[in-house]
């Protein structure tokens, strides 16, 4: 890959910006509050945050596993003052492509020098990019459930600068993360493409009426040796984002919409963890 302008940023007294007050940019948030200097999190109106703020803060616990005393929380509806000096921009908003490549557009515009992260289980980075300039410093930086579940995931968006990678990896790490490199574009990264096959099988069995969900995921557990089963951890994520993700599988791989169109219908009013029993109803 050509030389770029990229270069190895001083973290020491930047902020990190997290674009997005979902289950997830709040669960993102646990994690860089326990061990950067401030965290800004950005969401427009700033009357959506919705408690998050105060579960973020109600996570302290995270900060004292890590050693670390928690930093500066800020929150700001606008997206120069969250992402123009920070040294790393992580949106976190729904899985939903067009929302996504207008918020890194703009991202890409106000960010100084930041390394910019999207957080997606399905959407390559590469898709996103037409509104940008500086993809050297763009890539896929994908998290799962934190602070329960640790694994981080990044991968080219076909024009990152190679050196980005050994630099967040080793920032996650200190952040109590366990970084992976996906080393070629794809559409899910390492776990969710194993996930996806798991996953969309317990939905067809749900659609057809073949079983339940809770006899899926005692099942599921006992087989396992797992905490949660499958359909929990769906509902754990929320079944808006699980359907959304459905969504883009169907279209990219080619699969039986069956299952993602039943899921549609349940989902409504009824999203697991963000309300609703969900598939466990």
């Known amino acids: 890959m050509p030389s770029t302008p990229w270069t190895r940023l001083d973290t020491s007294t930047r902020a990190i910006a997290v674009i997005g007050v979902s289950v997830m940019g709040r669960r993102i948030c646990i994690m860089w509050v326990a061990a950067e200097p401030s965290v800004i999190l950005c969401e427009k109106p700033e009357a959506s945050y919705d408690g998050a703020v105060d579960y973020i803060n109600n996570k302290g616990a995270q900060a004292g596993k890590l050693g670390a005393k928690p930093s500066e929380l800020r929150v700001t509806a606008s997206l120069e003052e969250a992402a123009g000096n920070a040294w790393m921009a992580i949106e976190a908003i729904s899985e939903k492509l067009e929302i ?110 073949f079983s339940d969900g809770q006899t899926g995921d005692e099942m599921f557990k006992g087989w396992f040796k797992a905490v949660k089963g499958s359909c929990q951890t769906m509902n754990t994520v929320g079944l808006d984002t699980v359907y959304n993700i459905e969504v883009i599988f169907v279209q990219q791989r080619g699969l039986d919409p069956t299952a993602g169109g039943w899921l549609n219908y349940v989902d409504k009013g009824n999203l697991g963890v963000k309300g609703g029993k969900g598939l466990l109803g």
Request: aromatic letters at 10%; proline letters at 5%.
């Open 100 to 209: 996504k490549i207008e918020i890194l557009g703009q991202v890409d515009k106000v960010a100084s020098d930041s390394v910019i992260t999207r957080n997606s289980s399905s959407l390559k980075t590469s898709e996103m990019i037409v509104k940008t300039e500086k993809t050297y410093r763009i890539c896929n930086g994908h998290y799962y459930m934190p602070p329960e579940q640790v694994y981080y995931e990044v991968m080219s968006c076909g024009h990152t600068d190679p050196d980005v990678f050994p630099f967040l990896m080793e920032k996650a790490a200190m952040a109590g993360f366990r970084p992976v490199y996906a080393k070629v574009d794809s559409t899910g990264l390492v776990f969710n493409r194993i996930w996806a096959s798991i996953k969309w099988e317990v939905l067809l069995v749900l659609a057809e009426g």
